[in-house]
């Protein structure tokens, strides 16, 4: 069948996404089930161009700043994007900073950045990508050791990020250039050896304790809670270039008001380009929000949500007394396999971190003129909407900000906000209330534990901005930072519809069909912007490989122990199939978290997941084992398949490097580092020595295929694996097994009476439409079936038990379809398929030895591939060949003009005619798929194909194509 033309009948239009049904699952217009698979784009905008946080300079405030180019250069979208959909992947979730649209100064954009934002979405149109735009930040700001906010929110409040170092109000990466934690100074001499061994230095994952230290606590207190915690602090403004006198507004404000205008300004240059639905189908709240201090019971001890300690640890009241210079004795923790531990209690000095706050109006003025100095042709000023809102809420009263400021700046405060506030004596260093933060005094009541009240306002903000300008447009709750919270309530179930019935997602018999309906009409929407085209989108990491950098001999299930759902000794598992069975239990758990607080229509997809690449000590870098990273990735993906949920893995990084990793607080979690000197990946995760290609091979390499693209990605059979795009019906059940390279998919086809109650009415009319229209008798599950695992049609094992079904294979797409008659639709009953094929990737180490009996895979006498193949050595040890196996992978290798498969094919013909056996018939109407080699390189004019089973390199020579075979361990 032709796909092209089965699409344009039953897919009119374009593919645009939705979710709402009463199953949690993204759908098409057509009504067709999506599971979502994808990565984010990119942590490198995390970081300026030229300025990764390890610089030196990267917080130096005299050097011009600018974003455009992160994740990549324009030039180079289209080979990313091509890259990031062979891996197979549909979505997208695209890292927009709010530092990056807005680091001239409050309310002055940068429009060259919104202008390649555009350029880049656009290029992603092409690749058929979806993207949700996520706000992303870490920690607030790059300044508090993370990312995402403008550093000059920080001088609006009165922080002086030059001295959080000697604080330990922030611990910041390039600060391990220029001392340690307690502000020691390197010595001038040592300082060239000091970079040399930063990145082994620089704790890992310590970056994440700055939630819970002076700087980025009181930003995120004060944007969530200002106008509780802080009511008196106001700052003055007026009007650029206006003669009307100052105005004040609250800090809070003040701060929400511009970070919403900045990504409403995003949301209008990318519905004025008409990418919206057809690429950007949804917006993120904002990346790991944080309440900052508000919650905290007692701030003498650490607060509840605090899981996360290492190194110097002080509660929040010794934050407080460091930021104003004090001494105070400090709890020491070590990161062990059982979690974090204390091991000492040292002195550690402070200094005041205060300053005055930067002027309003200045800000704005010293932005514009920075602006005009980079792009003199910039004729835009502030954004209007942005200085409407501000007007709006200030009051003329400016003598309220003139008041907090006297009292901020008295000498027994020394410009603390949270001493003007009465939070502490600075004299006494005691707390003056200890509940402080738990007692909302607007509302004279206990917060009683609920922090995300003040999320809320926040959220209801944002949506309201985004959806003036695309009033049906999905916004993706994002998580917050306690790893023990349930996400945001913003649905309301009535006693006698309680939402257990959306614990199990993928149960749809008609008991639960029914009950699902009954709760599903049933619930209340809190708030009137949220009305159920919302998504939960949580985050999941393993919590001890992420922070250990090692495959764990013990793991455990965190969100079950600490919300107490479970025993501890039921939520501890060990060696690799305990992994395996912890992360599963742990998404799991996803589903049923995300209905009880938005609703049963609401999908669950997670948008970060993933593994750190350099483990042991980067033990892989050196080796070129990856047989540890396989098992993490592999144990994620097993459970993401359990649970038929959509994810976004973290990350895809075109910047990242072996020796600085993700180029951001010695992460490395890219799927992708682009091949270097000394060390570059061969497709499927197979290596090439560097010697041997030549620096200039990705120039050389002609054309570009899925194999070629795949040069510089990691473990890439862990994560681009079989899995159904798009089904006509609710999925059941799904599993792939990479010990036997099984996929097994079963699902409920959509029957009229289904799809009436369970899909929203845009989507229903095409589905019945659909089903309606006897002119088309089939309907189409598409499968991804990537390169790394199915080679060609002969490795292809399709079995099903319904014998009027039929499947299609397109190899250059990667994609399998499976036709099904329409009868079985209006039947009902389950259908199942199994796909197999011969190849196998079986990560082998000690352990899985010892536990699985498996002995050490050796090339090519066994189907299964070890994630380790030192191409050089292979092909010294190529044995000899007969020609149907040559022949059959000649005739795969390149979609070539037919002159040069002719010369090819000759030289199979001249093996048969040395006795050799005929070669394979070719593919049907002398169609040629695409590449069928494990890589192509180039050097010294030879292109060399390494194929399967065979090698041959082949040169141009005029106009005439030269083939050889590669001869046993011939010299290359």
Avoid at 175 to 203: C, I, L, S, T
Avoid at 425 to 443: I, M, R
Avoid at 769 to 793: A, D, S
Wanted: glycine share 6%.
């Amino acid at each position: 069948m032709d796909f092209a033309k089965y699409e344009a009948n039953h897919m009119p239009g374009p593919d645009i996404w939705s979710q709402h049904s009463v199953y949690p699952h993204f759908i098409d217009r057509s009504g067709r089930v999506i599971w979502p698979r994808g990565l984010n784009v990119s942590s490198s905008v995390k970081t300026p161009v030229g300025l990764p946080s390890q610089s030196p300079e990267a917080l130096n405030p005299e050097i011009p700043i600018t974003f455009v180019g992160k994740p990549f250069p324009v030039s180079e979208a289209r080979q990313h994007f091509a890259r990031l959909q062979s891996y197979g992947h549909t979505l997208l979730r695209f890292l927009v900073t709010w530092e990056a649209i807005e680091h001239f100064g409050p309310g002055v954009y940068d429009y060259d950045y919104l202008d390649y934002v555009v350029d880049i979405l656009a290029i992603a149109k092409e690749y058929r990508f979806k993207v949700y735009i996520d706000p992303h930040q870490d920690v607030w700001s790059r300044a508090c050791g993370g990312d995402g906010h403008p550093l000059w929110t920080l001088e609006l409040v009165g922080l002086d990020p030059t001295r959080f170092r000697y604080s330990n109000a922030a611990i910041v990466e390039s600060e391990f250039y220029h001392g340690n934690e307690q502000g020691e100074p390197h010595h001038p001499g040592r300082a060239k050896e000091a970079d040399v061994k930063w990145v082994d230095n620089f704790p890992t994952m310590v970056w994440a304790t700055n939630y819970f230290k002076l700087a980025a606590s009181t930003m995120f207190t004060l944007f969530f809670g200002g106008k509780t915690f802080c009511p008196e602090y106001f700052v003055k403004w007026q009007m650029p270039g206006s003669e009307e006198p100052p105005m004040a507004i609250h800090i809070q404000e003040f701060l929400m008001i511009s970070y919403v205008n900045a990504f409403k300004a995003l949301a209008l240059h990318i519905e004025s380009s008409g990418l919206h639905d057809s690429v950007v189908v949804g917006y993120e709240t904002m990346n790991e929000l944080n309440g900052g201090y508000i919650g905290l019971k007692d701030i003498t001890k650490f607060g509840h949500g605090q899981n996360l300690k290492m190194r110097f640890t002080p509660t929040p009241l010794q934050t407080f007394l460091l930021g104003i210079g004090e001494t105070c004795k400090v709890a020491y923790y070590t990161m062990t396999p059982i979690g974090p531990i204390q091991t000492s209690t040292k002195r550690l000095k402070g200094t005041n971190v205060w300053k005055e706050s930067n002027s309003v109006s200045d800000m704005i003025k010293s932005g514009l003129e920075k602006r005009h100095e980079r792009n003199p042709n910039t004729e835009r000023a502030v954004f209007t909407p942005f200085l409407n809102e501000l007007k709006a809420a200030s009051t003329t009263d400016i003598f309220l900000a003139d008041d907090f400021v006297t009292k901020r700046f008295h000498p027994s405060t020394r410009g603390c906000i949270w001493a003007a506030s009465g939070v502490y004596d600075p004299s006494t260093k005691e707390a003056l209330h200890k509940d402080y933060f738990s007692f909302d005094s607007s509302h004279a009541s206990f917060l009683q534990d609920n922090v995300f009240q003040f999320f809320v306002e926040y959220f209801r903000a944002y949506a309201t901005a985004v959806r003036q300008i695309v009033p049906q447009t999905m916004i993706f709750i994002g998580p917050e930072t306690h790893p023990d919270a349930a996400p945001t309530q913003l649905v309301r179930y009535p006693e006698k519809h309680p939402p257990r019935a959306f614990d199990h997602p993928r149960k749809h018999s008609e008991q639960s069909l029914a009950s699902k309906l009954s709760t599903a009409s049933s619930i209340e929407y809190v708030y009137p912007e949220f009305t159920g085209n919302e998504v939960h989108a949580p985050h999941f990491y393993d919590a001890l490989s992420l922070t250990l950098k090692t495959v764990p001999f013990m793991s455990v299930e965190v969100f079950s122990l600490l919300s107490k759902t479970k025993s501890f000794f039921s939520c501890v598992h060990f060696f690799v199939s305990g992994l395996q069975k912890a992360i599963a239990n742990e998404i799991g758990t996803f589903a049923g978290r995300g209905a009880k607080a938005l609703g049963p229509s609401a999908p669950v997809i997670i948008g970060e997941t993933g593994i750190q690449f350099d483990l042991n000590g980067k033990d892989a870098y050196r080796s070129g084992n990856y047989t540890d990273q396989f098992i993490l990735m592999d144990a994620l993906h097993r459970g993401f398949e359990k649970a038929f949920m959509g994810y976004t893995l973290w990350v895809y990084n075109p910047e990242n490097s072996n020796k600085w990793g993700d180029n951001w607080n010695g992460e490395d979690l890219s799927v992708f580092s682009p091949p270097a000197k000394g060390h570059v990946y061969m497709a499927p995760s197979l290596q090439l020595n560097e010697e041997f290609v030549g620096e200039d091979v990705r120039d050389q390499i002609f054309p570009p295929t899925i194999d070629e693209l795949a040069l510089g990605t990691r473990v890439l059979p862990s994560f681009s694996r079989p899995y159904p795009i798009k089904t006509p019906g609710l999925p059941l059940s799904f599993e792939f097994e990479p010990r036997t390279g099984t996929m097994t998919y079963t699902f409920q086809p959509m029957t009229p009476s289904h799809s009436s109650h369970t899909l929203a009415p845009q989507s229903w009319q095409g589905w019945l439409e659909l089903l309606q229209n006897h002119e088309h008798e089939e309907f189409m599950v598409e499968f991804f079936m990537p390169r790394c695992w199915f080679r060609g049609v002969g490795d292809l094992a399709v079995h099903t038990e319904h014998a009027r079904t039929s499947w299609s294979w397109d190899l250059w797409r990667q994609r399998l379809y499976w036709f099904i008659p329409l009868k079985y639709f209006h039947e009902g009953n389950a259908l199942t398929i199994t796909v197999q094929t011969p190849l196998r990737y079986y990560p082998t180490n000690a352990m899985q030895r010892v536990w699985h009996g498996v002995r050490d895979i050796i090339w090519p006498s066994h189907n299964l591939i070890p994630i380790k193949f030192d191409l050089v050595n292979e092909i010294a040890s190529f044995p000899d060949l007969h020609a149907p196996a040559c022949g059959k992978y000649l005739r795969t290798v390149l979609k070539l003009q037919q002159h040069v498969l002719n010369d090819m094919f000759a030289f199979v013909d001249r093996r048969k005619d040395a006795g050799g056996a005929s070669p394979v018939v070719p593919m049907a109407g002398n169609t040629v798929a695409p590449m069928q080699t494990v890589g192509m390189v180039v050097k010294d004019g030879w292109g060399l194909l390494i194929m399967r089973d065979v090698g041959i390199r082949v040169r141009i020579e005029g106009k005439e194509l030269v083939v050889e075979e590669l001869k046993r361990k011939e010299t290359v």
